[in-house]
């Protein structure tokens, strides 16, 4: 089967430094991998990069058959990323938010809506402004923001920060959906114990390259395992 | 790769050596400039006769006039090419040719601005007159501190080059519009010029007003190449830092896995 | 494409609805920059009327500033400045939807200003034809331009200092073209004011190529 994410060598520099110093990694469709390893080691830049947000100074990479130095921009329309900032409006209400990312894909009027009750978002700060809203009811706004556009990768960078235990096992389940739908997902990660339950696989990044994790294999092994 | 072929031909220092922008071409062309340039000096200063109305003023034109065509001109112009070719190629080497282009245009239009108000003050009376060109080269002068500004302001080297290709292409297409309106702006009012084609010109004038536009030419191409060089030398440090960077990154992985 | 640029317009515009800066900021701003050249001329002896052309479009480049850095705020006003990027829409239509929204904005506050000289300045506006011919056309091309050096600037630590210091010079037609043909209109001589128009013109159409062309590199950026 044809990996979604195929990377060689890849090494992205952000202004002199290589936040990636040639990163090897192959994801298949149906997986679920969670990117473990130390601050600063460049498990947000590996998220951005394979996003088509950073840019790859070295190696070769394809993310959805598409180039990552050529065909940024398709692999960008068909994916979704939540990083460290919401990155929504603030002036616009959460509704307005969500609806501004569905059609951005084209998607039909009814599916924020929908992806708003999904979410379990509440009809009574629907309407406001996201500028009033909590971080976590704004945590859950960008998430639905990502799930209305039916990517078919995600791209989570720290999801459960920030988020209460019931909006955490929403998240979760989201994964598993979107996964069971053919979606792929990449979670970067320090609370390796509520991420490693969601994955099916782990690699660790440590200076900016992939290594495996030892006791990887029996993991594959499990329930959720590799499609 | 188109790239380093074209940075070959231009006399690419070899990896080994990282201490000098000369060649044995640059040293030549060194030479040559040094020599037209006193030779400039001796037409300027003293062969050629002081013109009939500006009397002695007309000399400071054999300075202007070539610090301004090399500036505006070819300095503007390599901006552009330089620009266009980094949007089409996306090549370090055209992003270095616009930024040594655009260094040394900024400095050819200073001195083009220097001495035009030199030169104004005995033939206008008035160090600034809103003669057309004279404005045109003040708002191009603005234009290329832009530009450097735009250099200077972000340390990422692809994101700098990306927004300043785009930055000195809109530049670039902005001048003759300026040039269009400054002309309509001013079109009446009439001021003092020397026309290298006026047939009143003597010829010794005609031949030193010719001869130094050749000077600032070769002058510009020479300052050029060392300028583009020197760039391009700490191009090639900051890629061997960049290597060893990723090794030591690499390493530091290594280690702890 | 033009359904980006709808997207994008209606999301800005939508957002201006919301927070109003441009009514209660930057509106204000325009009517205090009227009341400064009051204070720099002497309003008593008719240099107001005289000078209104030129007074009205440094009011209106100013205030185009303020409008193309609120513009930019908002898409990063949340921390992250990927969400254009990342919705994957046509370059081209992004800058033709900014641009648009800018537009509308800015032609409402020159709407504002236009009845600000009226009355404060006492400037009998002559000549509209000509006069809204030569609005339109040179703040399609302060817009056009504005949108583009928005965009260079935004996410530079510098970018508040450095896009009046890129956009003011590169507009100088727009400033002298614009004046020019206000000046002409209101004096009467509207043949002279349509020649301007042509320049004006061929500004707006200029950078809106330009801005279309060009926009992908600069929405590429991290």
Known sequence: MEPVIHLRDAVTVLGRFPALAGVDLDVARGEIVLVAGPNGAGKSTLLRLCAGLAPLAKGTGQVLGFDLARQRREIRRRVGYLGHANGLYLDLSAEENVRFWARSVGAPPGDAVATLDRLEVASRWRGLAVAHLSAGQRRRTALACLVVRRPEIWFLDEPHTGLDAGSRDLLDSLVREAVAGGATALVASHELDRSAALATREIRIVGGVAGGVPGADERSDQPMGEC | MTTSAQVETAGRPTEDRLDSTGSRFTRVLGVMVVLMLVMQLALALVISPPEVLQGDAVRLFYLHVPLAIAGGYLGVGLLAVGSIGYLWKRTIFWDLLAASAGELALMFTALTLLTGSLWGRPVWGTYWEWDPRLTLTAVLFVLLIGYRAMRTASTDPHLRARRSAVIGLLAAADVPLIRMSVDWWRGLHQTATLNPLNPSLDGMMLFTFFFSMVTFTVLFVWLLVHRFRVAWLEEQVADRALDEAITQRRAEGQETQ | ?222
């Open chain 3, 1 to 222: 494409m033009w359904r980006d640029a709808l997207l994008v317009a209606g999301k800005d515009l939508r957002i201006e609805a919301r927070s109003k800066i441009a009514l209660n900021q930057i509106a204000p701003f325009a009517l205090v920059v009227l009341l400064l050249f009051a204070f720099a001329l002497d309003p008593d002896r008719g240099f107001l009327q005289e000078a209104t052309p030129g007074l009205f479009w440094i009011a209106v480049l100013l205030s185009t500033l303020l409008v193309v850095q609120r513009s930019y705020a908002v898409e990063s006003a949340d921390g992250g400045r990927d969400a254009l990027r990342l919705t994957g829409l046509d370059p081209a239509g992004v800058f033709l939807g900014k641009a648009a929204a800018v537009f509308v904005v800015l032609a409402m506050l020159e709407v504002g200003l236009g009845v600000g000289v009226r009355l404060m300045y006492d400037t009998s506006l002559r000549g509209w034809p000509v006069l809204l011919v030569a609005t339109v056309a040179a703040t399609t091309g302060l817009v056009a331009a504005g949108t583009m050096y928005g965009a260079l600037a935004a996410g530079l630590r510098v970018r508040e200092t450095l896009l009046p210091l890129l956009f003011l010079p590169v507009v100088a037609p727009v400033m002298i073209g614009g004046t020019r043909a206000f000046a002409a209109a209101l004096d009467g001589s509207s043949g002279e004011a349509w020649r301007w128009c042509g320049l004006l013109i061929t500004f707006a159409v200029a950078y809106v190529a330009l801005g279309m062309l060009l926009f992908e590199p600069l929405l590429e950026d991290s």
